[in-house]
């Protein structure tokens, strides 16, 4: 039957795999992080019709970072073995808090006497307490599977942030900055759920149907292949997955080795800093920075396309450590630039709103690659390229890495979250 046929899908260092389970694995990984990413990008087209205004970007990128503590009570609570009904749970609440949220977002609230968009706020943060905990529950899932699936998975969850971009841009009718849109935001939001739901469809084949299950192995069978090494350090390019590689590597890996995390500080450091600028200053200058709706649409837009060609990049070309402080500068500009025109208005003038949108996507792919590869680095051992396998002490080390990845996203977002509502610099 053509459902059995096997290819080989990892350039002959390893077994053929089922190509239907394969493209059921890119499916599946669409459910990770499709809500937050196709927020923000249609956030453009409603804010102005929100009491926050721009102000909402700060408030969504604290609740974001806010989330965070529901995989860290599922992480330190999690029953033994597959949690296949919490990543069904998982899904299913992805779906209807995604679908709630876009039938609901003109709800406002009185908070403290204040106008809140309250229904957005908390289901954009359930949704991102969705999309935390699948990178909890995604990779130690694929990793029962053949190593080539790791690489399917990882194309899944790379490309959220491309359908959101299509999906936008059908809704735009493919002019940007346009206010006729071919149908409502509520629609959109439903398009997002109807996302979730096919991963969670295809979830439910791969673990329940017998042409899927062919493609198993036994845990510590079948990872030391170039491309499952390769891929599961890649995947770390978004900012909540790297606790998931650190989970996924500590239960497959049985190597020792010394722990190299005082060797890593700069790049623990870095990550933090790097963190802090991708999830928490970027996000919330940004409407300040670019006002005017079609430049703003291509950067977020295009910047949501290249964050995953960075994290690829990564694989095939590792920085050295000077050339990746080089790069720090460079995005650490690109990002300084958009802070100082959402404050200086003069700086948007002219072709300044170009330079700020080439500003915007280009740290968009730096920030992603720097990253990753930072990753990478941190992920090997000491010893040489040898050493790459999966162990306690790179382990130990991405779980370190994951912490300061959190905690620079959770100052970063606050400290804007403060500057916005009462510092006052900020001016259309």
């Given at each position: 039957?053509?459902?059995?046929?096997?290819?080989?899908?990892?350039?002959?260092?390893?077994?053929?795999?089922?190509?239907?389970?394969?493209?059921?694995?890119?499916?599946?990984?669409?459910?990770?992080?499709?809500?937050?990413?196709?927020?923000?990008?249609?956030?453009?087209?409603?804010?102005?019709?929100?009491?926050e205004?721009?102000?909402?970007?700060?408030?969504?990128?604290?609740?974001?970072?806010?989330?965070?503590?529901?995989?860290?009570?599922?992480?330190?609570?999690?029953?033994?073995?597959?949690?296949?009904?919490?990543?069904?749970?998982?899904?299913?609440?992805?779906?209807?808090?995604?679908?709630?949220?876009?039938?609901?977002?003109?709800?406002?609230?009185?908070?403290?006497?204040?106008?809140?968009?309250?229904?957005?706020?908390?289901?954009?943060?359930?949704?991102?307490?969705?999309?935390?905990?699948?990178?909890?529950?995604?990779w130690?899932?694929?990793?029962?599977?053949?190593?080539?699936?790791?690489?399917?998975?990882?194309?899944?969850?790379?490309?959220?942030?491309?359908?959101?971009?299509?999906?936008?841009?059908?809704?735009?009718?493919g002019?940007?900055?346009?206010?006729?849109?071919?149908?409502?935001?509520?629609?959109?939001?439903?398009?997002?759920?109807?996302?979730?739901?096919?991963?969670?469809?295809?979830?439910?084949?791969?673990?329940?149907?017998?042409?899927?299950?062919?493609?198993?192995?036994q845990?510590?069978?079948?990872?030391?292949?170039?491309?499952?090494?390769?891929?599961?350090?890649?995947?770390?390019?978004?900012?909540?997955?790297?606790?998931?590689?650190?989970?996924?590597?500590?239960?497959?890996?049985?190597?020792?080795?010394?722990?190299?995390?005082r060797?890593?500080?700069?790049?623990?450091?870095?990550?933090?800093?790097?963190?802090?600028?991708?999830?928490?200053?970027?996000?919330?200058?940004?409407?300040?920075?670019?006002?005017?709706?079609?430049?703003?649409?291509?950067?977020?837009?295009?910047?949501?396309?290249?964050?995953?060609?960075?994290?690829?990049?990564?694989?095939?070309?590792?920085?050295?450590?000077?050339?990746?402080?080089?790069?720090?500068?460079?995005?650490?500009?690109?990002?300084?630039?958009?802070?100082?025109?959402?404050v200086?208005s003069?700086?948007?003038?002219?072709?300044?709103?170009?330079?700020?949108?080439?500003?915007?996507?280009?740290?968009?792919?730096?920030?992603?690659?720097?990253?990753?590869?930072a990753?990478?680095?941190?992920?090997?051992?000491?010893?040489?390229?040898?050493?790459?396998?999966?162990?306690?002490?790179?382990?130990?080390?991405?779980?370190?890495?994951?912490?300061?990845?959190?905690s620079?996203?959770?100052?970063?977002?606050?400290?804007?979250?403060?500057?916005?509502?009462?510092?006052?610099?900020?001016?259309?």
């Amino acid at each position: 039957m053509a459902s059995h046929e096997k290819v080989d899908l990892g350039g002959g260092r390893g077994s053929p795999v089922n190509r239907w389970v394969y493209a059921l694995f890119i499916v599946f990984g669409l459910g990770s992080w499709i809500t937050i990413n196709g927020l923000f990008a249609e956030l453009r087209l409603f804010s102005d019709d929100l009491p926050e205004k721009s102000q909402i970007y700060a408030d969504l990128g604290l609740a974001i970072q806010v989330a965070n503590i529901v995989p860290l009570i599922y992480s330190t609570f999690r029953p033994p073995g597959t949690p296949v009904r919490a990543t069904t749970a998982v899904l299913v609440v992805g779906a209807v808090a995604i679908a709630v949220t876009g039938a609901l977002w003109k709800h406002t609230t009185m908070i403290a006497g204040k106008e809140t968009s309250a229904a957005l706020i908390g289901g954009v943060f359930v949704s991102a307490a969705v999309d935390c905990t699948t990178t909890l529950l995604f990779w130690p899932f694929v990793a029962e599977f053949k190593s080539q699936h790791v690489t399917a998975l990882a194309i899944g969850e790379g490309s959220t942030g491309i359908v959101a971009t299509l999906l936008v841009t059908i809704q735009l009718r493919g002019k940007l900055g346009t206010d006729n849109l071919l149908f409502p935001v509520s629609v959109y939001f439903g398009l997002m759920a109807g996302v979730v739901l096919l991963s969670l469809a295809a979830f439910g084949i791969l673990v329940n149907q017998p042409f899927a299950q062919a493609d198993r192995v036994q845990i510590g069978e079948d990872v030391g292949s170039p491309t499952y090494e390769r891929l599961l350090n890649a995947e770390s390019d978004t900012d909540n997955d790297v606790d998931t590689i650190a989970m996924s590597t500590g239960a497959l890996g049985r190597h020792r080795g010394k722990d190299p995390n005082r060797k890593h500080l700069r790049l623990f450091l870095m990550l933090a800093w790097l963190s802090a600028m991708q999830n928490g200053i970027k996000p919330a200058v940004m409407p300040y920075a670019i006002t005017d709706s079609a430049t703003f649409e291509l950067a977020q837009l295009a910047g949501l396309c290249v964050d995953p060609v960075g994290g690829v990049v990564a694989l095939w070309l590792i920085p050295t450590v000077s050339v990746q402080v080089f790069l720090g500068f460079i995005w650490t500009a690109c990002v300084g630039s958009l802070f100082a025109a959402a404050v200086v208005s003069d700086l948007r003038e002219g072709r300044g709103g170009a330079v700020l949108a080439a500003a915007s996507i280009g740290s968009s792919f730096l920030l992603s690659y720097s990253k990753a590869s930072a990753l990478l680095r941190i992920k090997r051992s000491p010893r040489g390229p040898r050493a790459a396998e999966v162990g306690p002490s790179s382990s130990l080390s991405l779980f370190r890495a994951g912490a300061c990845i959190q905690s620079g996203s959770f100052v970063g977002a606050m400290t804007m979250w403060l500057v916005v509502h009462y510092a006052g610099i900020f001016h259309y």
